[in-house]
């Protein structure tokens, strides 16, 4: 099917989308001592708990592993139908928030395996921004990227390589973390509640979404 958010490549939509992953990463990591973006620590610690016949742990850091790749299987479906996928995937990523809450006080397990589906559509909604260099889950490769820019820019003396907007990019996840960590300790002991900051950021993209979509497709 056609993309048509090919066009949606500016530098401020992709901070953002970085931010809201800085932020809920450091809100997972600090409300229940979990990260739900980068799943190699999961694997690692699945593998050390079957080796230490810790199989219930290993149960659990299953079930993290196959929600979040239900998540991925979901926004894959969405954007095989007939609707507008990316809008779809965003309204079900701002459920999954209000879920998580909802679930905060009751279960924390179950917020945690809400923010993993939560993860696993908003990765794969924007995994690889269109047209850029740029992820906005896997700050690694972002930073391999911005090592190459530095590089042409500086070294090779590129003169049409542009660094600051990747700068940028680069700061807003520690941007994220930072201030998901400052508002939940503003908010203690109502730190749940700052995950609503991201179901206001999630409205937002799909403020942009609309008006760019207003714009470009009159």
Same mark, same amino acid.
């Given at each position: 099917?056609?993309?048509?958010?090919? &066009?949606?490549?500016?530098?401020?939509? %992709?901070? /953002? @989308?970085? #931010?809201? +992953? $800085?932020?809920?990463?450091?809100?997972?990591?600090?409300?229940?001592?979990?990260?739900?973006?980068?799943?190699?620590?999961?694997?690692?610690?699945?593998?050390?708990?079957?080796?230490?016949?810790?199989?219930?742990?290993?149960?659990?850091?299953?079930?993290?592993?196959?929600?979040?790749?239900?998540?991925?299987?979901?926004?894959?479906?969405?954007?095989?139908?007939?609707?507008?996928?990316?809008?779809?995937?965003?309204?079900?990523?701002?459920?999954?928030?209000?879920?998580?809450?909802?679930?905060? &006080?009751?279960?924390?397990?179950?917020? %945690?395996? /809400? @923010?993993? #589906?939560? +993860? $696993?559509?908003?990765?794969?909604?924007?995994g690889s921004w269109n047209g850029t260099n740029t992820s906005?889950?896997?700050?690694?490769?972002?930073?391999?990227?911005?090592?190459?820019?530095?590089?042409?820019?500086?070294?090779?003396?590129?003169?049409?390589?542009?660094?600051?907007?990747?700068?940028?990019?680069?700061?807003?996840?520690?941007?994220?973390?930072?201030?998901?960590?400052?508002?939940?300790?503003?908010?203690?002991?109502?730190?749940?509640?700052?995950?609503?900051?991201?179901?206001?950021?999630?409205?937002?993209?799909?403020?942009?979404?609309?008006?760019?979509?207003?714009?470009?497709?009159?």
């Amino acid at each position: 099917m056609e993309n048509k958010y090919k &066009n949606y490549d500016t530098t401020l939509f %992709v901070v /953002l @989308l970085l #931010f809201i +992953s $800085g932020f809920v990463d450091a809100y997972s990591r600090a409300v229940f001592s979990e990260t739900t973006s980068y799943h190699t620590g999961t694997l690692t610690k699945l593998g050390m708990n079957l080796a230490d016949s810790n199989f219930f742990a290993a149960l659990d850091g299953t079930i993290t592993i196959l929600i979040f790749i239900c998540g991925v299987i979901t926004c894959e479906c969405t954007k095989r139908s007939k609707l507008d996928f990316m809008k779809v995937n965003v309204s079900i990523c701002i459920l999954c928030t209000i879920l998580t809450i909802a679930f905060s &006080n009751i279960n924390s397990k179950i917020a %945690v395996y /809400l @923010l993993n #589906f939560f +993860s $696993g559509v908003f990765m794969n909604t924007f995994g690889s921004w269109n047209g850029t260099n740029t992820s906005v889950t896997v700050m690694t490769a972002n930073l391999k990227k911005y090592g190459s820019s530095l590089y042409r820019k500086f070294i090779a003396k590129d003169s049409k390589e542009r660094v600051l907007p990747f700068t940028c990019i680069i700061a807003s996840y520690p941007f994220g973390a930072f201030w998901g960590r400052k508002l939940i300790n503003l908010l203690v002991p109502h730190s749940n509640f700052a995950i609503l900051f991201v179901s206001v950021l999630l409205l937002v993209v799909i403020i942009i979404l609309n008006l760019k979509q207003i714009k470009n497709f009159r």
